[in-house]
C-alpha cells in the first residue's frame, strides 16, 4: 500500500491519509449469512500467504464481506479466497468472490463518529458512496472506501466540513442576459465578501448561452462578458458534465436563466449528474403536470435542491410562504394579486396619466421590465404560468391549458414578428382607449391572476384578466412596478396575508436568485 497524501490540520489534532495501490476483494452470497467462522476462514488464506488485510467490513445483513489488501497481492489472494471457497461456491452459499482494483481508502484520524453525520450528508449529496464505512472500536477513527474516481472530490468536501477549509460552491450560469448578466456581476463582486463572512467561496466555473460556453476552472471574472466572446466554444450538456467530472468539481449548481422550453428538458440529467438546481425560467413549473412530478422525483431520489423564489414575485419571499402554510396545514382558500411587475408598471401609469398606451409600453420596454418580445407580458400567458406555479405548491393538479387567459394583444397584431410588432405599438393605442374611457371615475385598470374554489380538491379555478378596481383599494394604489398577492386562509377569515413589494426589474429578480443560490449552498 503506498500513502501518497497525508493531510494534517490543526483541529482537534486530526489529520487526513489517502492510500493508493490497494483493491477490494468482494464475497456475496446468502449463504454467509449466521455463519460461523466465514472471517476466520478468510484470515487464514491471507495468513498463509503473508497479505496483511488494512480493512475488512460485513454488511448488517451478513451476505457480503469485504477486505482491503495490497494491489500487486489481489490476485494471489483471490486464488486462495477461490479455493476455499470452493464448496461454498458450487452449493450457491457464495455467489462471488471479485476484486476491485479502482478504489482508495480515506482515513480520517481523530474523527468521532458522532459528529461524522454532517460530512458524510455531504459526500452522499455529491453523489459520492463509499464502498465501505469502518470506524475503530474507540469511535475516533474513520476510514472510507471510495471509487478511485470520486476520492479529489471526497477529499475536497472532507477538508469543508471537518477541518473549515472555505467550501466551494462550483456554479454554471445557463443564460447571460438582463438578468443572468447582471448575476454574474452581483456573484463577482460580492464572492470575496461573501468567502470571508460564510467560509463559502462561489466559484462560476462556466457561462454559457443558446450556442457557446465559457469554461474555467478556477472562476471567470469580471471580464467574462468579452472572454466569452474571445474563449467561448460551441456545446452540448455532455460537455459540461465531462468538464465537472474531468476537474472533478463539487457542490454543483446550475442556474437557468433562459426563457428556453428546450433547456428545462436538461434538469433532470443534470440533477442524475449532481447537480443542484436554482431556475428565474418558469417553464419546467408549468409544463404537464407528470413532467412536474418526474422532476420532484428525481431531486428525491438524487438529495437534490430546486429552487425557484423569483418564478413569482421577482425577489418576493412568496413561494417559500405558500410553502410553509400548505405544510403546516394552513387551508388556503383564495390567492389573488397582480402577478406580473411589468403590467403593473404599465396600467398603474396608463391609467393615471395623460399617455397613450404605446407610450407606457415602450417606457416599460426601456426600463427592461418586459420580456424582450413585450407580447410575452400582454398575452397573460406569463401571469398564467405563475398563477399555475402557486396552485402547484398547493398539490393542484391543474394543467396549463385549463386557465381561463384573457390576452390583451389584438387579434390583427399577434402573428406579427416581433420587429414588426414594435415599430407598430401605435397599433395598440385606439384599443386601449377604448377600454380606459370606459372607467368609472375613480376606477383604475388592473391585471389580476386569481386562484379560487375548492382548493382541497385535485383541481382549483384558476383566470387571469384585466379588471377595474377603486383607486383606494390595495390593489388600486399599487405604485411603479410594484407586485401584490392577497393569501386567503381559513385561519385569517376575511383578512387576506398581503406581500408587496418590486415584482420587475433584472437587479431585483438576479437578486433573488443569487439568495436561491446561497440558500442552496448553506446545504451543501
Known amino acids: 500500500m503506498e500513502i501518497v497524501e497525508i493531510q494534517e490540520q490543526l483541529v482537534a489534532k486530526k489529520s487526513i491519509t489517502v492510500v493508493e495501490n490497494v483493491s477490494l476483494i468482494s464475497l456475496e452470497g446468502s449463504g454467509l449469512f449466521g455463519k460461523i467462522g ?17 480493512i475488512i467490513s460485513q454488511g448488517s445483513s451478513e451476505s457480503g464481506i469485504g477486505i482491503i489488501i495490497e494491489t500487486n497481492r489481489a490476485s ?4 486462495g479466497l477461490e479455493k476455499e471457497f470452493e464448496i461454498d461456491l458450487y452449493k450457491k452459499d457464495v ?25 458524510y450528508k455531504a459526500l452522499i449529496r455529491n453523489t459520492i458512496i463509499p464502498v465501505l464505512f469502518n470506524n475503530t472500536t474507540s469511535g475516533k477513527n474513520i476510514s472510507l472506501v471510495l471509487r478511485k474516481k470520486d476520492t479529489k472530490r471526497a477529499l475536497n468536501i472532507i477538508d469543508g466540513e471537518i477541518f473549515g477549509v472555505t467550501k466551494k460552491i462550483n456554479i454554471i450560469v445557463f443564460g447571460h442576459g438582463l438578468v443572468g448578466g447582471t448575476l454574474i456581476d452581483q456573484i463577482v463582486t460580492s464572492a470575496k465578501n461573501i468567502e470571508e463572512k460564510k467560509g463559502v467561496k462561489l466559484n462560476i466555473f462556466a457561462v454559457a448561452n443558446s450556442t457557446k460556453i465559457l469554461f474555467n476552472k478556477d472562476g471567470i471574472n469580471q471580464d467574462w462578458k468579452a472572454e466569452i466572446n474571445r474563449k467561448g466554444i460551441p456545446y452540448n450538456l455532455t460537455d459540461v458534465l465531462q468538464f465537472t467530472k474531468v476537474n472533478h468539481l463539487e457542490n454543483l449548481i446550475a442556474i437557468d436563466n433562459t426563457s428556453s422550453v428546450e433547456f428545462v428538458q436538461n ?6 449528474n449532481n447537480f443542484d438546481i436554482v431556475s428565474s425560467n418558469k417553464i419546467a413549473n408549468t409544463l404537464d403536470y407528470d413532467f412536474y412530478k418526474h422532476i420532484r422525483t428525481v431531486l ?3 438529495q437534490k435542491k430546486y429552487l425557484y423564489e423569483t418564478n413569482v414575485g421577482a425577489g418576493l419571499p412568496l413561494i417559500d410562504t405558500i410553502k410553509l402554510l400548505h405544510l403546516s396545514g394552513e387551508n388556503i382558500t383564495r390567492i389573488k394579486g397582480v402577478f406580473s411587475g411589468s403590467l403593473s408598471f404599465i396600467f398603474n401609469h396608463f ?14 420596454i426601456s426600463n427592461g421590465y418586459t420580456e424582450p418580445d413585450p407580447r410575452e407580458d400582454l398575452c397573460g400567458n406569463d401571469v398564467a404560468r405563475k398563477l399555475l406555479i402557486l396552485a402547484r405548491e398547493l398539490e393542484l393538479q391543474n394543467e396549463f391549458n385549463e386557465i381561463d387567459i384573457q390576452n390583451l394583444i389584438p387579434k390583427h397584431l399577434q ?4 420587429r414588426e410588432f414594435l415599430v407598430n405599438l401605435e397599433k395598440l393605442d385606439n384599443h386601449f382607449e377604448t377600454i380606459k374611457s370606459s372607467l368609472e371615475p375613480g376606477n383604475v385598470l388592473r391585471y389580476v ?19 377595474a378596481v377603486s383607486e383606494n383599494s390595495a390593489l388600486g394604489q399599487l405604485k411603479g412596478s410594484d407586485s401584490i398577492f392577497e393569501i386567503y386562509t381559513e385561519s385569517y377569515g376575511e383578512r387576506p396575508i398581503v406581500i408587496q413589494g418590486a415584482g420587475a426589474g433584472a437587479s431585483v429578480t438576479a437578486r433573488g436568485v443569487f439568495g436561491d443560490i446561497l440558500r442552496v449552498a448553506d446545504k451543501n
Open 300 to 302: 428525491q431520489k438524487n
Open 415 to 418: 402573428e406579427l414578428s416581433t
Open 449 to 467: 391572476g386569481e386562484l379560487y374554489g375548492d382548493l382541497q380538491q385535485i383541481k382549483g379555478n384558476l383566470e387571469v384578466k384585466l379588471i
Open 76 to 79: 494471489e489472494a483471490l486464488i
Open 38 to 54: 466465514v472471517d476466520a476462514r478468510i484470515f487464514k488464506v491471507m495468513e498463509e500467504r503473508n497479505i496483511s488485510v488494512s
Open 95 to 119: 455467489t462471488k468472490i471479485s476484486v476491485d482494483d479502482f478504489v482508495d481508502v480515506i482515513s480520517i484520524i481523530g474523527q468521532d463518529l458522532n459528529t461524522f453525520h454532517k460530512t
Open 351 to 364: 391609467s393615471k396619466e395623460n399617455k397613450t398606451f404605446s407610450q407606457v409600453l415602450k417606457d416599460a
Open 267 to 272: 434538469y433532470v440529467k443534470l440533477i442524475d
